[in-house]
């Protein structure tokens, strides 16, 4: 259990400067329908593998439309137009707000209470991403900055569309194989992706590929997408929406780290304390994972 959270901060942390790389030559509704629409065919294609029933029960179908449509659409197309808006270490940052959403969501809908473990770790993550988000806060603030204003409501409108889809499937869960439920998801966020592009009139880009770029789509769809999201479902199912967000808190560090090295991103001398800030908070509920107590079912 504690691996995964290891492996969502890896996959999803790598997957931001990777879709900046993408981002270069593809435009972004094509991007975020090439990434979904493919990791929705490798686990499908695994589901056929394993001999699991490629349709999930009728009863699900209205969690998978609304998951697919908080969690996976609104979060990638809005992830997408942050890293257009904004430096991909910014944009990483400011969409991990996330988990305080969902603590505060978790606490209104499905009644779940805060400890002084997870009441501290969101306290420490919290601190950590103030700090790291004040330079755009002080550049919409203080400079009237609109470009930096499109560069802070796209990452906060992702947060908030992954914190709602978690928090509804939490309260209503959807029965069926997590492959396979996994697998429509990604399904229905690739629809929304594909009325973007025929809406757009975007067209898939000729020019412009080479090894590094091919290298960083393949990272996206396989395990930035395919296996993350399969890894993020099965977590999500088995400790609390709160629990499970703030795992994450580790994930916009490496997405940092990686656009430091892939992208040329520099972080500034107070962004080191939030990362310790933010990793702090993190470990917290990390090392204490598998005896983080499930909420109560009425």
Same mark, same amino acid.
């Given at each position: 259990?504690?691996? !995964? $959270?290891?492996? /969502? ?11 900046? !790389? ?8 094509? %991007? ?21 029933? /490629? ?19 609104? #979060?990638? %197309? ?7 808006? =904004?430096? =991909?270490? &910014? ?21 779940? &209470?805060?400890? &002084? ?13 103030? !700090? ?23 990452? /906060? ?8 889809? =978690? ?36 067209? #898939? ?12 789509? =393949? ?30 808190? *580790? ?18 001398? *107070? ?13 917290? !509920? ?6 983080? $107590?499930? &909420?109560?079912?009425?």
């Amino acid at each position: 259990m504690r691996l !995964i $959270p290891v492996a /969502l901060a890896l996959f999803w942390g790598l997957n931001w400067p990777a879709v900046k !790389i993408v981002l270069g030559v593809v435009p972004p509704f094509t %991007l975020r329908l090439l990434g979904l629409g493919s990791g929705a065919l490798l686990l499908l294609l695994l589901a056929r593998v394993k001999r699991l029933d /490629l349709l999930p029960p009728r009863a699900s179908w209205p969690g998978i439309v609304v998951g697919g449509l908080l969690a996976i659409a609104v #979060f990638n %197309l809005a992830v997408a137009w942050a890293q257009l808006s =904004t430096s =991909t270490s &910014r944009a990483a940052v400011l969409t991990f707000t996330m988990p305080m959403m969902s603590a505060l969501l978790a606490w209104a809908v499905l009644g779940e &209470r805060l400890d &002084r473990r997870r009441a501290l770790a969101l306290a420490l993550g919290a601190a950590g991403v103030a !700090i790291l988000a004040w330079p755009v806060l002080r550049a919409v603030f203080g400079g009237h900055d609109a470009a930096a204003a499109l560069g802070l409501a796209y990452p /906060l409108v992702a947060a908030f569309g992954w914190a709602a889809g =978690t928090v509804y499937l939490k309260a209503r869960p959807v029965a069926g194989h997590r492959i396979v439920v996994t697998a429509w998801q990604l399904v229905v966020g690739a629809g929304c992706a594909l009325a973007g592009v025929l809406l757009s009139g975007e067209r #898939f880009p000729l020019h412009g590929w080479n090894g590094r770029v091919a290298g960083a789509l =393949t990272f996206h769809i396989v395990l930035g997408t395919a296996v993350a999201y399969w890894l993020w479902f099965v977590l999500s199912e088995r400790v609390s929406a709160t629990v499970a967000t703030l795992t994450t808190l *580790m994930v916009p560090v490496v997405g940092v780290l990686g656009a430091m090295a892939l992208v040329g991103d520099r972080p500034a001398a *107070m962004d080191w304390w939030g990362f310790a800030l933010v990793l702090a908070g993190a470990a917290l !509920i990390v090392l204490n994972l598998d005896a983080a $107590p499930r &909420r109560r079912r009425a």
